[in-house]
């Protein structure tokens, strides 16, 4: 007589990831209080911090999951972050509302580049990715409109349409950068949990087995290219909008919005929701721990970087991974027998 | 005629770009590494050159003869203890180890030189010209460099077809474990091919010093003109390569000719729209 079988749940959440769950919230409201007890110093490195976050979950989304190694992402931070300053300088758009639209703006202008840059694949995607920005940092430098190669600045009047009051305006626009990154974390968790997520897993783990399981790589993946770009331009624009002021160099800048936010990426573990937290925290820390020694801090966040993809290409979450068998956000399943308190085992995927 | 002479001068130019991209098609057609650190490598054999050339006197193409086995060493030396090692790992090691790579030597070379720029002087060969009846110039400098990509090509050509090791790059290109299992020994056979890559990287490095300023930020753009040479050309064709050099250097000219600040961005724009109609260059050989 043939055994019954045994019964399987699917599982997500671990012990771990709910013990998170519970403990972010007070994190949470103790970073978005942080106007109110502390300075405005902290204030712009949390701000930094949270966009440079939101990149860095963004390059991940890209690489990491879908195979494209873009080193040409500081062009939507450079289109969003010209579209805010245009659409609120040329066009007198309100400020709140400059912004989807320069999320808007880089998603369209997404289109054209992906016809281009989808020709190439692999290495020579990178690349052209970023001819592709050098291409628009060249152009916006010829554009008289758009202040040609001097750029452009906020006025006060468009800022004060936040708030006439400095305090006020400041945490405002701390807010929305912290609001931001959550949310793209958030849009990323969710995104990874949905079928979406499945197929782009799949497709990190070997793209011709998920291709011949079904999945359209190419769509995908283009899909993923015009998200990242739409969120790519509204941090954009966010954070020109605390700059005050763009010019070619500064908005398309690959140093500024793309070198470090792959290094970010590789040494806390690329292809993980947790590498891009650890990573930028590692950017922050060696950052301000090397500021006297002018760019000595790339040097060694390069070293880093190189090191990590030698000796543990997991990066640093990698290796907690494999040693602890931890896991905050609950993205992968994995099958448990029930019943369900045996579930519990830690295991690695 | 001043249009002849516009399209001679960027036909010209494509000598350079063929030099600054046979290092990046060589280490490629070898190896598939697509060496992002390939635009510092030759910004840092300049300086490499200029330290030569300020502490023993001799004129910048003589530093060569130190210049060139130095990169050598330099090359072989990468790959054999570092890009080896990311060869079997799929598509980001090799991408993410050079990039590494690339932003350490950039930032090296600003803290011990500074962000100020260099040039390497030659004296009045840089500014001669053969006057051609009809009022048609060719700059004497440009047509050296023009003929010393030419040289390259051919010889690595005579390499490749004509030599035991030029068999054996063949080889481990088409089929690397095979040639593995015929006795070759890949980790000396790609170190060695990155060692001969760096001394064309090399003589690049030296003669576009010459003619043009260079800081330690001037590697992504030598990079990416590289590149750019490389794709209109088609992967792995040298004799492709020097043309796409070509046409690059001819949209350039002509972008240049209507207003100078269109120089670059012609040469980008001419790159994409070829990209956009011939994805896979004008003389493709190698399959990716």
Same mark, same amino acid.
């Given at each position: 007589?043939?055994?019954?079988?045994?019964?399987?749940?699917?599982?997500?959440?671990?012990?771990?990831?709910?013990?998170?769950?519970?403990?972010?919230?007070?994190?949470?409201?103790?970073?978005?209080?942080?106007?109110?007890?502390?300075?405005?110093?902290?204030?712009?490195?949390?701000?930094?911090?949270?966009?440079?976050?939101?990149?860095?979950?963004?390059?991940?989304?890209?690489?990491?999951?879908? *195979?494209?190694?873009?080193?040409?992402?500081?062009?939507?931070?450079?289109?969003?972050?010209?579209?805010?300053?245009?659409?609120?300088?040329?066009?007198?758009?309100?400020?709140?509302?400059?912004?989807?639209?320069?999320?808007?703006?880089?998603?369209?202008?997404?289109?054209?580049?992906?016809?281009?840059?989808?020709?190439?694949?692999?290495a020579y995607?990178?690349?052209?990715?970023?001819?592709?920005?050098?291409?628009?940092?060249?152009?916006?430098?010829?554009?008289?409109?758009?202040?040609?190669?001097?750029?452009?600045?906020?006025?006060?009047?468009?800022?004060?349409?936040?708030?006439?009051?400095?305090? %006020?305006?400041?945490?405002?626009?701390?807010?929305?950068?912290?609001?931001?990154?959550?949310?793209?974390?958030?849009?990323?968790?969710?995104?990874?949990?949905?079928?979406?997520?499945?197929?782009?897993?799949?497709?990190?783990?070997?793209?011709?087995?998920?291709?011949?399981?079904?999945?359209?790589?190419?769509?995908?993946?283009?899909?993923?290219?015009?998200?990242?770009?739409?969120?790519?331009?509204?941090? *954009?624009?966010?954070?020109?909008?605390?700059?005050?002021?763009?010019?070619?160099?500064?908005?398309?800048?690959?140093?500024?919005?793309?070198?470090?936010?792959?290094?970010?990426?590789?040494?806390?573990?690329?292809?993980?929701?947790?590498?891009?937290?650890?990573?930028?925290?590692?950017?922050?820390?060696?950052?301000?721990?090397?500021?006297?020694? *002018?760019?000595?801090?790339?040097? %060694?966040?390069?070293?880093?970087?190189?090191?990590?993809?030698?000796?543990?290409?997991?990066?640093?979450?990698?290796?907690? %991974?494999?040693?602890? *068998?931890?896991?905050?956000?609950?993205?992968?399943?994995?099958?448990?027998?029930?019943?369900?308190?045996?579930?519990?085992?830690?295991?690695?995927? | 005629?001043?249009?002849?002479?516009?399209?001679?001068?960027?036909?010209?130019?494509?000598?350079?770009?063929a030099l600054f991209a046979i290092g990046l098609s060589l280490s490629f057609g070898i190896m598939r590494l697509v060496n992002i650190a390939h635009g510092d490598l030759i910004?840092l054999s300049?300086?490499?050159?200029?330290?030569?050339?300020?502490?023993?006197?001799?004129?910048?193409?003589?530093?060569?003869?130190?210049?060139v086995p130095l990169m050598f060493a330099v090359g072989y030396a990468l790959q054999r203890g570092l890009l080896n090692l990311t060869l079997s790992?799929?598509?980001?090691p090799p991408l993410?180890v050079t990039?590494?790579i690339?932003?350490?030597?950039?930032?090296?070379?600003?803290?011990?030189?500074?962000?100020?720029?260099?040039?390497?002087?030659?004296?009045?060969?840089?500014?001669?010209?053969?006057?051609?009846?009809?009022?048609?110039?060719?700059?004497?400098?440009?047509?050296?460099?023009?003929?010393?990509?030419?040289?390259s090509i051919g010889g690595l050509q005579l390499l490749f077809y004509r030599t035991r090791l030029g068999r054996a790059f063949r080889a481990a290109s088409d089929d690397a474990d095979t040639a593995e299992l015929m006795g070759i020994d890949n980790r000396h056979l790609y170190a060695l091919a990155l060692g001969i890559a760096m001394i064309f990287t090399a003589l690049a490095g030296?003669?576009?010093?010459?003619?043009?300023?260079?800081?330690?930020?001037?590697?992504?753009?030598?990079l990416?003109?590289a590149f750019?040479?490389v794709?209109?050309?088609?992967l792995g064709s040298l004799?492709?390569t020097?043309?796409?050099?070509?046409?690059?250097?001819?949209?350039?000219?002509?972008?240049?000719?209507?207003?100078?600040?269109?120089?670059?961005?012609?040469?980008?724009?001419?790159?994409?729209?070829?990209?956009?109609?011939?994805?896979?260059?004008?003389?493709?050989r190698t399959r990716d």
């Amino acid at each position: 007589m043939p055994q019954p079988l045994e019964p399987i749940r699917v599982e997500r959440a671990t012990p771990a990831s709910r013990a998170f769950a519970v403990g972010i919230v007070p994190g949470l409201i103790a970073l978005a209080a942080l106007p109110w007890w502390s300075d405005a110093g902290n204030m712009r490195l949390v701000a930094e911090m949270a966009y440079y976050l939101a990149l860095a979950q963004l390059w991940n989304l890209l690489a990491g999951y879908a *195979g494209l190694v873009s080193v040409g992402q500081q062009v939507y931070v450079g289109l969003g972050g010209y579209a805010f300053f245009y659409t609120t300088r040329a066009l007198d758009l309100n400020v709140y509302l400059a912004l989807p639209l320069a999320a808007l703006f880089a998603c369209v202008m997404a289109v054209p580049i992906s016809f281009a840059v989808f020709r190439l694949r692999g290495a020579y995607f990178a690349v052209g990715t970023w001819v592709v920005s050098e291409a628009f940092m060249l152009g916006a430098s010829l554009i008289e409109a758009v202040g040609a190669g001097s750029g452009l600045s906020l006025t006060p009047d468009i800022v004060r349409q936040i708030s006439p009051d400095r305090g %006020v305006r400041d945490t405002i626009i701390y807010l929305m950068s912290l609001g931001v990154s959550a949310l793209v974390v958030g849009i990323v968790y969710l995104l990874l949990r949905s079928r979406h997520g499945l197929a782009l897993t799949a497709i990190r783990d070997s793209e011709p087995a998920s291709a011949s399981l079904g999945v359209n790589t190419f769509r995908t993946k283009l899909a993923i290219y015009i998200i990242t770009a739409a969120c790519t331009g509204f941090i *954009g624009g966010l954070i020109f909008l605390q700059k005050l002021r763009i010019s070619p160099e500064a908005g398309f800048s690959i140093n500024d919005w793309t070198v470090v936010v792959i290094f970010m990426v590789v040494i806390g573990g690329i292809g993980t929701i947790e590498g891009p937290f650890i990573g930028m925290l590692v950017y922050i820390l060696l950052r301000e721990l090397l500021a006297d020694y *002018g760019t000595v801090y790339l040097i %060694v966040m390069g070293l880093i970087a190189v090191a990590v993809m030698l000796k543990a290409p997991g990066g640093l979450w990698g290796w907690i %991974v494999q040693r602890y *068998g931890l896991q905050l956000f609950p993205v992968s399943r994995r099958l448990a027998s029930a019943p369900p308190s045996e579930a519990e085992q830690p295991s690695a995927h | 005629m001043e249009w002849i002479n516009i399209l001679i001068q960027g036909a010209l130019l494509g000598g350079i770009y063929a030099l600054f991209a046979i290092g990046l098609s060589l280490s490629f057609g070898i190896m598939r590494l697509v060496n992002i650190a390939h635009g510092d490598l030759i910004v840092l054999s300049a300086y490499a050159s200029l330290v030569v050339v300020d502490g023993t006197g001799v004129n910048p193409v003589t530093s060569l003869i130190l210049v060139v086995p130095l990169m050598f060493a330099v090359g072989y030396a990468l790959q054999r203890g570092l890009l080896n090692l990311t060869l079997s790992g799929g598509l980001l090691p090799p991408l993410l180890v050079t990039f590494g790579i690339s932003i350490i030597i950039q930032n090296t070379l600003l803290q011990f030189f500074g962000a100020h720029t260099h040039r390497l002087q030659l004296g009045v060969i840089e500014t001669q010209a053969l006057r051609l009846p009809g009022g048609i110039a060719i700059g004497l400098y440009p047509l050296l460099v023009f003929v010393v990509a030419l040289i390259s090509i051919g010889g690595l050509q005579l390499l490749f077809y004509r030599t035991r090791l030029g068999r054996a790059f063949r080889a481990a290109s088409d089929d690397a474990d095979t040639a593995e299992l015929m006795g070759i020994d890949n980790r000396h056979l790609y170190a060695l091919a990155l060692g001969i890559a760096m001394i064309f990287t090399a003589l690049a490095g030296v003669l576009f010093a010459i003619r043009t300023n260079f800081d330690p930020a001037s590697g992504p753009i030598r990079l990416i003109l590289a590149f750019e040479a490389v794709i209109i050309g088609g992967l792995g064709s040298l004799w492709g390569t020097l043309l796409g050099g070509v046409i690059l250097g001819l949209s350039q000219a002509v972008g240049a000719a209507l207003s100078p600040t269109w120089q670059i961005l012609a040469g980008h724009i001419a790159f994409l729209i070829i990209l956009i109609l011939r994805p896979s260059g004008l003389f493709p050989r190698t399959r990716d």
